[in-house]
């Protein structure tokens, strides 16, 4: 076998490539709108870390994609950036004293480095960091129309806190235990001033459209199940010896009313501070500081053990006049429902856990349909018959709920609602490394936006990234920045001190990208209309919630504002399957399992790592790296390398040979189409096993082999088919090739030959041989002689292109 010089090919193109801008794609008119494609990658955060081999699964996909769009006759835009404000920068600013955007961009250049040397047909020319001011000034333009719609507004909301950083912390960056993943420091709540946008305003859009996506269920599943949407009544509560306090409640079950037995607050809840008795008062105090040491996810963990206190008060049934007592619980959260349960032991398992705990009543208001009373060791949550519930006794659980929702609304006791368990977007950061919000507060005009005119609102240079005593952003401590002048009064003011979230610059990247040096819009609308919406969307499960529904939210704002043509960003959705480690565990620094993909490139070459991420398995799925497979991949590129080096030959290669590259190119084709790579790749591993014994080089054979493989190995592709294309630049824009379906069909066919119903032989037979010539071959074969020579055969079954079975008596 001889030498593969990898290095020095990949190399050569990868110059070539960027030398001529060979990727770089323009608005085309043209090309239909039906040849036309939007293929996107999720851009990385670019850490210090650099890449490891799992990063390249998604882009060598979507590059395999966007090549065969190209060669289809497709005009396709595929860009590729950097999601650079992030939280690392500024820890490690912190701990070094390295300013971030240094880091940054030190993190961009290795990461640029290490994506071109992979040989991905990127469009450099429309690269966008969100970091760079020319794009965060865009970003900071989108929050203004939020604001301007009243989407966006000033709130109070807790926190995570770090007492010894002195600073607040996103929910990935406290332990399980809740404690700060860089001190150690036991985490607590604490409120603050944020801004917050209404997206809950969208909730019904975000929840209808998901049914126009070519998404996955699950990523779909779990966008429905974050937006929760459930149909229900809110239910008022008089409190006793508090006429003028109503404790709200919402239930999807009001047909369980009668059995309610007690209510819990979440130990925030506005009312527990007037309602708590005297008697009560220090234990309920000391409890609400207890949960303020939790996390949300902590106290929603469905399998912790509850706990609560008594408040000493009571709340008043509205239908029987009883009193039921009033709890507070720490598994009741402020920012889901209106913080208030309506407690149902009998039929809510976490409300039965919470009363045998502490010894309160557990009244059944449903009979199951079986009869069966399972209470004395768990709720009964199932379908049954209403019992003991005034004018909805005696209904099914279904025609119940309709019925005790007519009567508590005309007993002006409840009020129907459609309720989501999404809340309005946190939307701030008390950081200095993110957006600046482009906002003023003037202690005679209150909030006032930066005029679209004054933008960019420019991130200081500072020397410090430390956080301020009060919990605000590093930028409360700069003086000469925070102080401005109104922008309407021209009174002194000062600037907002938070910064936008990470999310803020990834929610609309995709659309910078078609137009990213505009200075006089965030992307022109010809433009816009020609490309989008996305075609193809390709990401890892760590985004199928947070990030697709932020940038589904901000879409929608932008096309009720006439800014884009389409409700929806991304029309197909693909999440690649995670690489583990060869120990198959997920691939970390700390476990020492992870693999550098520049290690790999050094040892096989690029394109041997491109086409093994692609035959290790279906895109989709989780699987271990095995380094021994780059070995037999790199194996099957030298037998590629080898074969274009044998005599060449101008002739019609052999029939047989002609059909296993019309085979080829059918299923190359098609898996191509349906982004199944590593079943193309098998078929070209066939391809070439068949054509190598020939000691040949068929030029008929090699031509449309070649442009098969390129998408996969472009570098090797490009160097051998260098012959083909009479000095022109590239291969990238020759026209895939095509197959003759006859030459995919096979002549002759192998079927099974039985005896008595067991496989004791096979024919390869003629496909259109008929029933009495199959059955005359079978009974010729020498082992069916053997079996029957000394029997009575009674019967033979013969079926063309099925089987034979030969029965015996």
Same mark, same amino acid.
């Given at each position: 076998?001889?030498?593969?010089?990898?290095?020095?090919?990949?190399?050569?193109?990868?110059?070539?490539?960027?030398?001529?801008?060979?990727?770089?794609?323009?608005?085309?008119?043209?090309?239909?709108?039906?040849?036309?494609?939007?293929?996107?990658?999720?851009?990385?955060?670019?850490?210090?870390?650099?890449?490891?081999?799992?990063?390249?699964?998604?882009?060598?996909?979507?590059?395999?994609?966007?090549?065969?769009?190209?060669?289809? /006759?497709?005009?396709?835009?595929?860009?590729?950036?950097?999601?650079?404000?992030?939280?690392?920068?500024?820890?490690?600013?912190?701990?070094?004293?390295?300013?971030?955007?240094?880091?940054?961009?030190?993190?961009?250049?290795?990461?640029?480095?290490?994506?071109?040397?992979?040989?991905?047909?990127?469009?450099?020319?429309?690269?966008?960091?969100?970091?760079?001011?020319?794009?965060?000034?865009?970003? !900071?333009?989108?929050?203004?129309?939020?604001?301007?719609?009243?989407?966006?507004?000033?709130?109070?909301?807790?926190?995570?806190?770090?007492?010894?950083?002195?600073?607040?912390?996103?929910?990935?960056?406290?332990?399980?235990?809740?404690?700060?993943?860089?001190?150690?420091?036991?985490?607590?709540?604490?409120?603050?001033?944020?801004?917050?946008?209404?997206?809950?305003?969208?909730?019904?859009?975000?929840?209808?459209?998901?049914?126009?996506?070519?998404?996955?269920?699950?990523?779909?599943?779990?966008?429905?199940?974050?937006?929760?949407?459930?149909?229900?009544?809110?239910?008022?509560?008089?409190?006793?010896?508090?006429?003028?306090?109503?404790?709200?409640?919402?239930?999807?079950?009001?047909?369980?009313?009668?059995?309610?037995?007690?209510?819990?607050?979440?130990?925030?809840?506005?009312?527990?501070?007037?309602?708590?008795?005297?008697?009560?008062?220090?234990?309920?105090?000391?409890?609400?500081?207890?949960?303020?040491?939790?996390?949300?996810?902590?106290?929603?963990?469905?399998?912790?053990?509850?706990?609560?206190?008594?408040?000493?008060?009571?709340?008043?049934?509205?239908?029987?006049?009883?009193?039921?007592?009033?709890?507070? /619980?720490?598994?009741?959260?402020?920012?889901?429902?209106?913080?208030?349960?309506?407690?149902?032991?009998?039929?809510?398992?976490?409300?039965?856990?919470?009363?045998?705990?502490?010894?309160?009543?557990?009244?059944?208001?449903?009979?199951?349909?079986?009869?069966?009373?399972?209470?004395?060791?768990?709720?009964?949550?199932?379908?049954?018959?209403?019992?003991?519930?005034?004018?909805?006794?005696?209904?099914?659980?279904?025609?119940?709920?309709?019925?005790?929702?007519?009567?508590?609304?005309?007993?002006?006791?409840?009020?129907?609602?459609?309720?989501?368990?999404?809340?309005?977007?946190?939307?701030?950061?008390?950081?200095?490394?993110?957006?600046?919000?482009?906002?003023?507060?003037?202690?005679?005009?209150?909030?006032?936006?930066?005029?679209?005119?004054?933008?960019?609102?420019?991130?200081?240079?500072?020397?410090?990234?430390?956080?301020?005593?009060?919990?605000?952003?590093?930028?409360?401590?700069?003086?000469?920045?925070?102080?401005?002048?109104?922008?309407?009064?021209?009174?002194?003011?000062?600037?907002?001190?938070?910064?936008?979230?990470?999310?803020?610059?990834?929610?609309?990247?995709?659309?910078?990208?078609?137009?990213?040096?505009?200075?006089?819009?965030?992307?022109?609308?010809?433009?816009?209309?020609?490309?989008?919406?996305?075609?193809?969307?390709?990401? /890892?499960?760590?985004?199928?919630?947070?990030?697709?529904?932020?940038?589904?939210?901000?879409?929608?704002?932008?096309?009720?504002?006439?800014?884009?043509?389409?409700?929806?960003?991304?029309?197909?959705?693909?999440?690649?399957?995670?690489?583990?480690?060869?120990?198959?565990?997920?691939?970390?620094?700390?476990?020492?399992?992870?693999?550098?993909?520049?290690?790999?490139?050094?040892?096989?070459?690029?394109?041997?790592?491109?086409?093994?991420?692609?035959?290790? /398995?279906?895109?989709?799925?989780?699987?271990?790296?095995?380094?021994?497979?780059?070995?037999?991949?790199?194996?099957?590129?030298?037998?590629?390398?080898?074969?274009?080096?044998?005599? !060449?030959?101008?002739?019609?290669?052999?029939?047989?040979?002609?059909?296993?590259?019309?085979?080829?190119?059918?299923?190359?084709?098609?898996?191509?189409?349906?982004?199944?790579?590593?079943?193309?790749?098998?078929?070209?591993?066939?391809?070439?096993?068949?054509?190598?014994?020939?000691?040949?080089?068929?030029?008929?054979?090699?031509?449309?082999?070649?442009?098969?493989?390129?998408?996969?190995?472009?570098?090797?592709?490009?160097?051998?088919?260098?012959?083909?294309?009479?000095?022109?630049?590239?291969?990238?824009?020759?026209?895939?090739?095509?197959?003759?379906?006859?030459?995919?069909?096979?002549?002759?066919?192998?079927?099974?030959?039985?005896?008595?119903?067991?496989?004791?032989?096979?024919?390869?037979?003629?496909?259109?041989?008929?029933?009495?010539?199959?059955?005359?071959?079978?009974?010729?074969?020498?082992?069916?002689?053997?079996?029957?020579?000394?029997?009575?055969?009674?019967?033979?079954?013969?079926?063309?292109?099925?089987?034979?079975?030969?029965?015996?008596?």
């Amino acid at each position: 076998m001889a030498y593969y010089p990898f290095a020095d090919i990949e190399k050569k193109w990868q110059d070539h490539w960027q030398r001529n801008q060979t990727f770089k794609v323009t608005e085309d008119p043209a090309y239909p709108k039906e040849k036309r494609a939007y293929v996107l990658d999720m851009f990385p955060y670019p850490s210090g870390n650099g890449l490891h081999v799992g990063h390249p699964e998604g882009y060598t996909a979507t590059d395999i994609y966007v090549r065969f769009l190209r060669a289809k /006759g497709y005009n396709v835009l595929h860009p590729m950036g950097f999601d650079s404000f992030g939280l690392p920068a500024e820890n490690y600013a912190i701990k070094t004293g390295t300013h971030p955007k240094t880091t940054t961009e030190a993190n961009i250049a290795t990461f640029r480095k290490q994506i071109e040397r992979l040989g991905f047909s990127y469009d450099w020319s429309r690269e966008v960091q969100t970091h760079d001011v020319d794009y965060y000034r865009w970003t !900071q333009w989108i929050f203004l129309q939020l604001y301007k719609k009243g989407l966006a507004y000033e709130d109070f909301a807790p926190i995570n806190w770090c007492p010894s950083c002195r600073i607040g912390l996103a929910n990935e960056e406290v332990t399980n235990n809740n404690r700060c993943d860089r001190c150690d420091t036991p985490v607590v709540r604490k409120d603050l001033r944020q801004w917050k946008f209404k997206i809950t305003a969208y909730a019904e859009e975000l929840l209808a459209d998901l049914d126009s996506l070519d998404w996955p269920e699950a990523v779909k599943a779990m966008q429905r199940n974050w937006i929760g949407k459930s149909d229900g009544a809110e239910i008022h509560l008089p409190v006793a010896g508090h006429p003028e306090k109503i404790i709200t409640v919402y239930t999807t079950r009001p047909e369980t009313f009668y059995g309610a037995t007690y209510v819990v607050l979440a130990p925030e809840h506005p009312l527990v501070a007037t309602i708590t008795s005297d008697a009560q008062r220090s234990a309920v105090q000391a409890y609400q500081l207890e949960a303020a040491s939790k996390s949300d996810l902590e106290r929603a963990e469905l399998a912790k053990t509850k706990s609560g206190v008594f408040t000493g008060s009571y709340a008043i049934h509205p239908l029987t006049k009883e009193e039921i007592p009033i709890w507070i /619980g720490d598994y009741v959260l402020t920012s889901y429902g209106s913080g208030a349960v309506m407690a149902v032991p009998a039929h809510d398992q976490r409300d039965y856990d919470f009363a045998k705990l502490y010894n309160l009543p557990i009244k059944a208001v449903i009979q199951a349909k079986s009869g069966e009373d399972t209470l004395d060791k768990e709720a009964m949550v199932g379908d049954g018959i209403t019992f003991d519930s005034g004018e909805w006794s005696n209904l099914d659980v279904a025609a119940a709920k309709i019925k005790a929702i007519e009567v508590l609304e005309q007993k002006k006791v409840a009020n129907r609602k459609v309720n989501y368990k999404l809340r309005d977007w946190i939307f701030s950061r008390q950081r200095y490394w993110g957006e600046p919000m482009p906002i003023v507060h003037c202690p005679s005009c209150g909030i006032v936006p930066l005029s679209e005119d004054d933008l960019p609102l420019e991130l200081p240079k500072v020397e410090s990234y430390q956080p301020s005593d009060t919990g605000e952003s590093p930028l409360a401590t700069i003086t000469d920045w925070v102080e401005t002048t109104c922008p309407k009064c021209k009174g002194d003011s000062k600037r907002e001190t938070n910064t936008m979230p990470q999310w803020a610059g990834s929610c609309w990247y995709y659309l910078r990208y078609i137009d990213p040096t505009n200075p006089n819009e965030f992307v022109s609308k010809d433009k816009e209309q020609y490309w989008m919406p996305v075609d193809l969307y390709v990401g /890892g499960m760590e985004h199928a919630v947070l990030h697709l529904l932020y940038a589904r939210f901000w879409h929608k704002v932008l096309y009720d504002l006439g800014l884009v043509s389409t409700k929806e960003p991304f029309q197909r959705l693909v999440n690649q399957g995670m690489i583990l480690g060869e120990n198959n565990e997920k691939m970390s620094k700390s476990r020492g399992n992870v693999v550098n993909p520049d290690d790999m490139i050094d040892q096989f070459g690029a394109d041997t790592l491109r086409i093994y991420e692609m035959f290790m /398995g279906p895109l989709q799925a989780t699987k271990p790296w095995n380094t021994q497979g780059m070995v037999g991949v790199h194996r099957f590129l030298s037998k590629v390398y080898d074969y274009a080096h044998f005599p !060449q030959d101008n002739n019609e290669p052999p029939l047989a040979l002609q059909k296993i590259l019309h085979k080829t190119i059918k299923k190359v084709t098609e898996d191509t189409q349906n982004l199944e790579f590593n079943t193309a790749v098998a078929q070209m591993m066939v391809f070439m096993n068949e054509v190598m014994p020939t000691k040949t080089c068929y030029r008929k054979l090699w031509k449309p082999f070649l442009l098969l493989l390129a998408p996969y190995a472009p570098h090797l592709a490009e160097e051998l088919y260098l012959p083909f294309i009479n000095n022109a630049k590239t291969l990238s824009f020759e026209p895939w090739p095509s197959y003759i379906e006859a030459l995919t069909i096979d002549d002759e066919v192998t079927l099974g030959v039985q005896v008595n119903g067991k496989l004791r032989a096979e024919i390869t037979v003629a496909k259109d041989i008929n029933k009495e010539e199959l059955e005359q071959r079978a009974l010729a074969l020498p082992r069916i002689i053997e079996l029957t020579q000394n029997a009575t055969i009674k019967k033979v079954i013969a079926i063309p292109g099925k089987i034979v079975n030969i029965i015996l008596g």
